[in-house]
């Protein structure tokens, strides 16, 4: 390995390519490739907002990157959570070797492989912080780092062009629950050796000072059991295990059983129990079933449903509709999580629920009963500060995240770093020559319809957005084979607004569609295709011009 | 009018409903209500989110209204925001007398009417703070209160069962930009005579201290002249016009010629300085066209456009879309205004098209150049303590602001104060006998699709959002008299993905309607609508089945 601080003007290609992330937060995924050797790091989705009907997941498009490299060598996973595993379905049939991740990660993907109806059999393999392993002409070596799920890596890949340093998600928490701190020995070691680049975390570049610890949290929801004489009930993320386990902790010291609700909560405390990341004592856990035999104060409960996803447990325990888990005005609902944009109103109208069950409501926008999982500016700083890189790439962000990384980081190295400014599909290339963007490949955002299933393309999104907004009109309209229309036509609408001016068209419609296949010319008459987009134009521009309205106008020109 | 102490068990009714603004944010609108007498107190709207497609304006249901009361003797609109005036145009029919409002409130609601067909004519009444008008029964006082739009009142409804004080939107701000502070001592006056009921504000609950006053703004501001170097682009609301005033005074100050840009901004700033609420130095303001002819660093330009609406100044400004105002690298962007939820993705959008053009962000969210027009907590209780009422009910807010509010007073009034957390609809009857609530009326969201036209139903919104998530399928199909199926049926499709699954299902689908309709029994045969449906229920289980997908299956049966 070489990590020539002259860089050759001649020589093989070292290109890193970020597919996703840069530019969005979410569906993060890097491409490193050099001669046959192709490393995507994570591959990562995203979850769409309203604006996408009937989308079930987001993630980035990989036809420019099949292009690129044709087969991946190796995926490296940092981490379990869906924004770094939830595409790894869709990148698997481009995959030759293996994916690389820790016990938690690989645990956490492998049913996702499997419901896609893959089998990851010994594709899936293991490692731990401190770890070697070569893929191709790359050295891949894991580094512990913590965040707000456990068993997470960054990755330094040893390429023969120099070291590249990707943080994952991370914090330098001092104090972590596990006892497994952030290795800053190690991303020294690396800066004085020697970086070529430095691919960081940007999500809390605009949050001042440093995030803090996991462990404090603990005395906001301290306060919580010790001052709660009903039931307490706790909304997080499933994959926080860390919170999890100071929940687990507080029941213990407080006296109450635990509960644990919801699908998410459920499997990955399974998972995590079993892998030595949580740690339950026994006799402390009832199921949900058992809670009518217990006092409401001797009971704490772990939810999903933090973000105000409707199905979550959460939701159906605050509108009354739970088996099991009720509201009382004694009870004290904790959202132990960040509102994710975009999810504040679905979390505001559980917030109300609860609040109309009389219980009290604790939200961590506001009590120190959550902290977040990713370092702020000061941490951000003190990477780049421990790497000292050649080249700073800042990444996981929307674009001015990027950017103000990108400002900051230009003040902290002073002038030894060059800091590149890059967006999902841009080439940066670091070898030969000085780094620079050099190009950019194909990229966007594929939007998934059904776990398992197709694309949906830009056309099928227009026309959803079109019937989402102003509905359908079918007018139906026999002709005979001479282009003569048959009978009297028929319309049918769906999504539409029926006031009188609609109305009154509605009636004279059937008449009218008539009248211009009367009236179209013998061109359009024999072309059954020509003939139904002339009367979709001219019915569209009638409810324009009389009604004011765009409803999607889909006619039927029946040949009997 | 009497304020006795003791309220009689028997006598005339008095009754206060909420119609909206007490279980969300918007559309704020009270009925009081005594014998013959029936006041309205503001008229408002809201806007909808992506959850409401096809949706322009969100208003209270008014068959409730309008059943309880019959006519409305009189509206007082408090000040004029769009969550306080915006439904007047569709309470207009039900309104036998005046509107009142203060000069710049009927100067914006006025436009308004007019642009639904109604002639507002000699019906806006102008009222000025202090003065008091006799509707029906009642006497109306208005009080001046401080508030992000200017010319705001409070109104004191003397009633013959006692005075009602209504607070409208407000905050303590001790040093106005107009010299008009809230009139602290009438607030003080009306408690010591008594106050049946105070109905507060509870926007800004959740915030501890007091919220300031607008002119805390200025030295963040000030800071932004100070240092740009290149031109200033402030976006706000058209209608926070001591805002635009702080911005005017700063362009004096610092030298630079001011644009205004938006038709939000360009209306509302002529209303404004026509009735002598934002004063402009001659010579001071140019046009959009003139600004090629000045240098960047000479420029300050307000503009619509901080929520992220598509199609505001400032978001074809971001995207190097607009006539004459574009980005450089050294000018600076400020949002002067906070997010509100729901709109924080597509200011996000622009933020990140403002980063791309190199230019500095300046975030209301995070610097000070935005202060909120609501009091917060401190400023709430203050109202409380000066107002003294026998009863209290906590207004504008979702329900758990409601809550909280509720709480708060229980605290600050002791036990002299009846809290009443009531919600849209409820009747508040406050004579005879105690307050309390007592049934509800028929009350929701009306839905209203065009500014001037009808009311989305719940029908519409299901089909739509079906349509808008899983797309549409017409399957036409020609059947003779006797109900038998006649050539090959059709089908077209809109806003589907078609994937292996679903294509194959469509190449079939023609021959399965075709078979379902010779299967269907003769009564299914001779009811249209029967075999209608029985053949949509029929494909749509089929789509469900062998493709996993819930299309809207709109059957076509025609009859030849």
């Known amino acids: 390995m070489s990590t020539s601080s002259i860089a050759p003007e001649t020589g093989p290609v070292l290109d890193v390519i970020p597919l996703g992330g840069l530019g969005e937060f979410g569906m993060n995924m ?44 190796a995926v490296v996973l940092t981490h379990g959570h869906e924004d770094h595993i939830g595409a790894l379905p869709y990148v698997w049939p481009l995959l030759d070797g293996p994916v690389y991740g820790t016990p938690l990660t690989l645990a956490l993907v492998g049913p996702k492989l499997e419901e896609h109806g893959l089998n990851p059999a010994d594709r899936l393999c293991e490692i731990a912080p401190g770890d070697t392993v070569t893929a191709g002409a790359m050295e891949l070596e894991f580094i512990r780092v913590t965040h707000s799920i456990p068993d997470c890596v960054a990755v330094a890949i040893h390429t023969p062009a120099g070291v590249l340093v990707h943080t994952g998600d ?111 004592p026994a006799g402390l856990r009832i199921r949900e079933s058992e809670i009518g035999g217990y006092a409401a104060r001797d009971i704490v409960c772990v939810t999903t449903g933090s973000q105000g996803e409707p199905r979550a447990a959460l939701s159906r325990i605050a509108v009354d509709d739970h088996r099991h888990i009720g509201l009382e005005p004694d009870d ?18 559980v917030m109300d629920q609860v609040a109309r069950r009389g219980a009290q409501l604790v939200d961590g926008e506001r009590s120190p009963v959550h902290v977040s999982g990713h370092g702020s500016a000061e941490e951000l700083k003190l990477m780049l500060s421990l790497v000292k890189p050649r080249h700073f790439v800042p990444m996981h962000g929307e674009y001015r995240y990027l950017a103000e990384h990108a400002r900051v980081a230009a003040r902290v190295t002073g002038g030894h770093t060059t800091v590149l400014l890059a967006e999902d599909g841009d080439v940066i290339r670091l070898a030969p020559g000085p780094g620079r963007i050099e190009g950019r490949i194909a990229t966007g955002r594929a939007l998934m319809d059904g776990t398992r299933s197709a694309e949906v393309g830009a056309d099928v999104l227009r026309q959803r957005r079109h019937l989402a907004a102003d509905g359908v009109v079918v007018p139906v309209i026999a002709v005979s084979r001479d282009g003569l229309v048959e009978g009297i036509p028929d319309v049918v609408t769906r999504g539409m607004v029926i006031d009188a001016r609609t109305g009154a068209l509605l009636e004279t419609l059937p008449a009218m569609a008539a009248d211009v296949i009367r009236a179209a010319g013998p061109d359009q008459r024999i072309d059954p295709a020509a003939l139904t987009e002339h009367v979709r134009r001219e019915l569209q521009r009638v409810f324009r011009k009389q009604a004011g309205r765009r409803p999607l106008v889909l006619p039927v020109i029946m040949e009997i």
């Open 30 to 73: 890097l491409l490193v490739a050099w001669e046959d050797t192709a490393i995507l790091i994570d591959a990562g989705a995203m979850f769409p907002g309203p604006e996408l009907p009937g989308v079930d997941l987001v993630i980035p498009h990989l036809e420019g990157l099949a292009e690129r490299v044709g087969r991946l060598t």
């Open 170 to 280: 991370y914090k330098f928490d001092q104090t972590p629950l596990d006892g497994e701190p952030l290795d800053v020995q190690r991303f020294a070691e690396l800066g004085r050796s020697g970086v070529l680049a430095l691919f960081g975390d940007s999500t809390n570049i605009e949050r001042p000072g440093f995030t803090g610890s996991e462990r404090d949290v603990v005395p906001g929801l301290d306060e919580v059991f010790s001052h709660a004489t009903g039931k307490i009930v706790v909304a997080a993320f499933s994959s926080s295990l860390h919170r999890i386990q100071i929940v687990v902790d507080l029941a213990v010291q407080h006296g109450r059983k635990l509960v644990f609700a919801g699908r998410g909560v459920l499997q990955n405390t399974e998972i995590a129990e079993r892998l030595g990341h949580l740690r339950l």
């Open 332 to 349: 004290v609902v904790v959202f132990s999580a960040r509102a994710i944009p975009g999810n504040r109103r679905a979390i505001g109208r």
